[in-house]
T-cell receptor, first 115, second 114 residues
Protein backbone atom coordinates (compact mmCIF):
# COMPACT_ATOMS: atom_id res chain seq x y z
CA UNK A 1 0.00 0.00 0.00
CA UNK A 2 0.92 3.63 -0.23
CA UNK A 3 1.17 4.29 3.48
CA UNK A 4 1.51 2.62 6.85
CA UNK A 5 -1.52 0.47 7.56
CA UNK A 6 -2.68 -0.49 11.03
CA UNK A 7 -5.37 -2.99 11.90
CA UNK A 8 -7.79 -3.02 13.50
CA UNK A 9 -8.59 0.68 13.64
CA UNK A 10 -10.56 0.13 16.83
CA UNK A 11 -10.40 -2.64 19.38
CA UNK A 12 -12.53 -3.05 22.47
CA UNK A 13 -11.49 -5.81 24.84
CA UNK A 14 -12.26 -6.93 28.35
CA UNK A 15 -9.80 -6.52 31.16
CA UNK A 16 -7.51 -9.52 31.38
CA UNK A 17 -7.79 -10.50 27.73
CA UNK A 18 -4.99 -10.81 25.18
CA UNK A 19 -4.83 -8.51 22.13
CA UNK A 20 -2.72 -8.26 19.00
CA UNK A 21 -2.28 -5.08 17.00
CA UNK A 22 -0.90 -5.26 13.47
CA UNK A 23 1.23 -2.84 11.50
CA UNK A 24 2.02 -3.01 7.77
CA UNK A 25 4.84 -0.56 7.07
CA UNK A 26 5.63 1.10 3.77
CA UNK A 27 7.25 -1.44 1.46
CA UNK A 28 11.03 -1.34 1.66
CA UNK A 29 11.20 0.52 4.97
CA UNK A 30 13.62 -1.25 7.25
CA UNK A 31 12.90 0.78 10.39
CA UNK A 32 9.65 0.38 12.31
CA UNK A 33 8.55 2.11 15.52
CA UNK A 34 5.64 1.62 17.89
CA UNK A 35 4.31 4.51 19.99
CA UNK A 36 1.41 4.88 22.40
CA UNK A 37 -0.67 8.04 22.63
CA UNK A 38 -2.92 8.69 25.59
CA UNK A 39 -5.69 11.25 25.40
CA UNK A 40 -4.34 14.79 25.37
CA UNK A 41 -0.72 13.68 25.29
CA UNK A 42 1.99 13.30 22.71
CA UNK A 43 2.97 9.84 21.49
CA UNK A 44 5.36 7.89 23.73
CA UNK A 45 7.96 5.55 22.31
CA UNK A 46 7.53 1.83 22.90
CA UNK A 47 9.89 -0.11 20.64
CA UNK A 48 12.09 0.24 17.55
CA UNK A 49 12.86 -2.48 15.00
CA UNK A 50 15.64 -2.40 12.46
CA UNK A 51 14.85 -5.26 10.12
CA UNK A 52 13.72 -8.25 12.14
CA UNK A 53 15.43 -7.32 15.37
CA UNK A 54 14.24 -5.09 18.19
CA UNK A 55 17.06 -2.55 18.44
CA UNK A 56 15.49 -0.65 21.34
CA UNK A 57 12.61 -1.90 23.48
CA UNK A 58 13.23 0.46 26.37
CA UNK A 59 9.77 2.03 26.08
CA UNK A 60 7.76 -1.13 26.68
CA UNK A 61 6.06 -0.47 30.04
CA UNK A 62 6.26 -4.02 31.42
CA UNK A 63 6.51 -7.66 30.43
CA UNK A 64 2.87 -7.82 29.39
CA UNK A 65 3.88 -5.98 26.23
CA UNK A 66 5.77 -7.73 23.45
CA UNK A 67 6.32 -7.02 19.75
CA UNK A 68 7.63 -9.05 16.85
CA UNK A 69 8.64 -8.47 13.25
CA UNK A 70 9.61 -11.94 12.05
CA UNK A 71 10.22 -11.19 8.37
CA UNK A 72 11.32 -7.60 8.64
CA UNK A 73 8.07 -6.23 7.31
CA UNK A 74 4.77 -6.63 9.19
CA UNK A 75 4.95 -6.14 12.93
CA UNK A 76 2.58 -7.25 15.67
CA UNK A 77 2.30 -5.64 19.09
CA UNK A 78 0.99 -8.11 21.64
CA UNK A 79 -0.50 -7.20 25.00
CA UNK A 80 -1.25 -9.87 27.58
CA UNK A 81 -3.65 -9.59 30.52
CA UNK A 82 -4.85 -6.19 29.39
CA UNK A 83 -5.58 -3.52 32.01
CA UNK A 84 -7.78 -0.45 31.79
CA UNK A 85 -4.65 1.69 31.87
CA UNK A 86 -3.58 0.17 28.54
CA UNK A 87 -6.39 2.07 26.82
CA UNK A 88 -4.79 4.42 24.29
CA UNK A 89 -4.12 4.89 20.60
CA UNK A 90 -1.24 2.69 19.46
CA UNK A 91 0.69 4.21 16.58
CA UNK A 92 3.08 2.55 14.19
CA UNK A 93 5.62 4.41 12.07
CA UNK A 94 8.16 3.31 9.48
CA UNK A 95 11.10 4.97 7.82
CA UNK A 96 13.39 4.03 4.99
CA UNK A 97 16.48 3.30 7.03
CA UNK A 98 15.86 4.68 10.49
CA UNK A 99 18.11 7.31 11.88
CA UNK A 100 17.68 10.80 13.26
CA UNK A 101 17.48 12.57 9.89
CA UNK A 102 14.90 10.35 8.27
CA UNK A 103 11.21 11.14 8.09
CA UNK A 104 8.98 8.67 9.90
CA UNK A 105 5.61 7.92 8.29
CA UNK A 106 2.80 7.19 10.70
CA UNK A 107 -0.24 5.00 10.42
CA UNK A 108 -3.69 6.10 11.58
CA UNK A 109 -3.34 4.10 14.75
CA UNK A 110 -5.33 1.47 16.59
CA UNK A 111 -7.59 2.79 19.32
CA UNK A 112 -7.56 0.22 22.12
CA UNK A 113 -10.23 0.39 24.79
CA UNK A 114 -10.04 -1.98 27.74
CA UNK A 115 -13.33 -2.27 29.62
CA UNK B 1 16.47 10.96 28.75
CA UNK B 2 15.29 13.41 26.13
CA UNK B 3 12.38 15.70 26.94
CA UNK B 4 10.35 18.41 25.22
CA UNK B 5 8.43 21.36 26.59
CA UNK B 6 5.86 22.84 24.28
CA UNK B 7 3.78 25.95 24.59
CA UNK B 8 0.53 25.00 26.24
CA UNK B 9 -2.64 25.37 24.29
CA UNK B 10 -5.16 25.55 23.09
CA UNK B 11 -4.25 28.45 20.85
CA UNK B 12 -7.09 30.26 19.12
CA UNK B 13 -6.38 32.75 16.34
CA UNK B 14 -8.20 34.63 13.64
CA UNK B 15 -7.35 33.95 10.03
CA UNK B 16 -4.23 35.83 8.81
CA UNK B 17 -2.88 36.22 12.35
CA UNK B 18 0.75 35.51 13.21
CA UNK B 19 1.48 32.20 14.91
CA UNK B 20 4.26 31.19 17.28
CA UNK B 21 4.35 27.87 19.12
CA UNK B 22 7.31 27.63 21.45
CA UNK B 23 9.33 24.44 21.86
CA UNK B 24 12.39 23.78 23.99
CA UNK B 25 14.09 20.44 24.45
CA UNK B 26 16.73 18.61 26.41
CA UNK B 27 18.67 15.92 24.63
CA UNK B 28 21.99 14.15 24.53
CA UNK B 29 24.18 15.57 21.81
CA UNK B 30 22.65 17.41 18.89
CA UNK B 31 19.50 15.70 17.74
CA UNK B 32 17.58 16.40 14.57
CA UNK B 33 14.43 18.37 15.29
CA UNK B 34 10.98 17.84 13.85
CA UNK B 35 7.53 19.37 13.88
CA UNK B 36 4.72 16.90 13.23
CA UNK B 37 1.09 17.87 12.67
CA UNK B 38 -2.12 15.95 13.22
CA UNK B 39 -5.11 17.27 11.29
CA UNK B 40 -8.59 16.29 12.48
CA UNK B 41 -9.29 12.66 11.60
CA UNK B 42 -5.85 12.09 10.12
CA UNK B 43 -2.60 10.50 11.20
CA UNK B 44 0.56 12.27 12.26
CA UNK B 45 2.52 13.73 9.39
CA UNK B 46 5.81 15.54 9.10
CA UNK B 47 5.50 19.31 8.81
CA UNK B 48 9.18 20.32 8.77
CA UNK B 49 12.58 19.38 10.11
CA UNK B 50 16.07 20.71 10.77
CA UNK B 51 19.08 18.46 11.16
CA UNK B 52 21.79 20.76 12.50
CA UNK B 53 22.30 23.99 14.37
CA UNK B 54 21.10 27.17 12.62
CA UNK B 55 19.22 25.16 9.98
CA UNK B 56 15.78 26.50 9.14
CA UNK B 57 13.06 24.03 8.25
CA UNK B 58 10.11 25.30 6.24
CA UNK B 59 6.94 23.95 4.67
CA UNK B 60 3.46 25.28 3.84
CA UNK B 61 4.43 28.73 5.11
CA UNK B 62 5.61 27.39 8.48
CA UNK B 63 9.20 27.89 9.62
CA UNK B 64 11.35 26.82 12.55
CA UNK B 65 15.05 27.46 13.23
CA UNK B 66 17.30 25.06 15.15
CA UNK B 67 18.77 27.14 17.99
CA UNK B 68 21.49 25.15 19.70
CA UNK B 69 22.37 27.86 22.21
CA UNK B 70 18.82 28.06 23.56
CA UNK B 71 17.87 24.41 22.74
CA UNK B 72 14.75 25.70 21.03
CA UNK B 73 12.83 25.03 17.83
CA UNK B 74 9.92 27.47 17.81
CA UNK B 75 7.31 27.11 15.07
CA UNK B 76 6.13 30.27 13.25
CA UNK B 77 3.76 31.21 10.48
CA UNK B 78 3.14 34.71 9.29
CA UNK B 79 -0.50 34.32 8.29
CA UNK B 80 -2.52 31.33 9.45
CA UNK B 81 -5.49 29.86 7.62
CA UNK B 82 -8.54 27.98 8.85
CA UNK B 83 -7.02 24.84 7.27
CA UNK B 84 -4.06 25.09 9.68
CA UNK B 85 -6.32 24.07 12.56
CA UNK B 86 -4.66 20.95 13.95
CA UNK B 87 -2.51 19.61 16.78
CA UNK B 88 1.20 20.41 16.47
CA UNK B 89 3.96 18.31 18.04
CA UNK B 90 7.60 19.20 18.50
CA UNK B 91 9.97 16.22 18.58
CA UNK B 92 13.73 15.73 18.68
CA UNK B 93 15.00 12.49 17.14
CA UNK B 94 17.60 10.46 18.98
CA UNK B 95 20.78 9.06 17.52
CA UNK B 96 22.89 6.20 18.82
CA UNK B 97 21.15 2.96 19.71
CA UNK B 98 17.78 4.74 19.83
CA UNK B 99 18.22 5.54 16.17
CA UNK B 100 15.45 7.88 15.04
CA UNK B 101 13.31 7.50 18.15
CA UNK B 102 11.14 10.59 18.51
CA UNK B 103 10.40 12.22 21.85
CA UNK B 104 7.17 14.16 21.49
CA UNK B 105 5.94 17.18 23.37
CA UNK B 106 2.40 17.14 24.72
CA UNK B 107 1.08 18.84 21.59
CA UNK B 108 -0.46 22.26 20.99
CA UNK B 109 -4.01 22.50 19.71
CA UNK B 110 -4.43 25.31 17.21
CA UNK B 111 -7.84 26.58 16.16
CA UNK B 112 -8.10 29.23 13.47
CA UNK B 113 -11.38 31.08 13.02
CA UNK B 114 -12.46 32.80 9.78
Amino acid sequence: GAGVSQTPSNKVTEKGKYVELRCDPISGHTALYWYRQSLGQGPEFLIYFQGTGAADDSGLPNDRFFAVRPEGSVSTLKIQRTERGDSAVYLCASSLEGGPNTEAFFGQGTRLTVV
Amino acid sequence: GDSVTQMEGPVTLSEEAFLTINCTYTATGYPSLFWYVQYPGEGLQLLLKATKADDKGSNKGFEATYRKETTSFHLEKGSVQVSDSAVYFCAPAAGGTSYGKLTFGQGTILTVHP
